[in-house]
């Protein structure tokens, strides 16, 4: 009777570990998207990170260059990665963080889907992070996925 409570106790203690884990996966998510999109719109602003040894495909460096054209359309994306970055990093209007990223990020999955294909395993973890927030924080978005809203119902 004595091994039954021993393995008892450390089948539990075996699944509480797990759940303990599971609960962080969200933070780690949310500081890892957080981290990739504060470095990377920084870099936007003030080229830290050294360009790529390979040559950008045509395709990839002419929409670059027609966003750059613009004169501010890669100021605001770069703008936004950084407040998303912050916003994710502080843990402050997460939903409406991942919201703000949602058409960066698949603007960043088509750039490199039909104009730069080497960047592909970047993209997807960029995808699969996002993805995950937004399953993760998805209570807070029901409010905004009703069909047939009514103005000032609560």
Known sequence: MGTETTLNGNVTGAG??????????????????G????????NGFLNFIPPPSEPIPEGAMAFSAALMKTGYMMSLIKGTE???????????????????LA???VNIVAFHAFLAPSGMVMTFIVLAL????????????????????VPGAK
């Open 82 to 100: 950084v407040l998303v970055g912050l916003l994710l990093l502080t843990n402050r209007f997460v939903p409406l963080a991942l919201v703000l």
């Open 130 to 149: 996002h993805l995950y927030l937004a399953w993760a924080y998805r209570a807070a978005y029901r409010s905004v996925l009703v069909a047939r809203a």
């Open 35 to 42: 981290l990739l999109f504060f470095v990377f719109g920084l």
């Open 103 to 105: 058409p960066v990020t």
């Open 16 to 33: 509480q570990d797990t759940k303990s884990l599971a609960r962080h996966l969200p933070t780690v998510a949310r500081v890892l998207t």
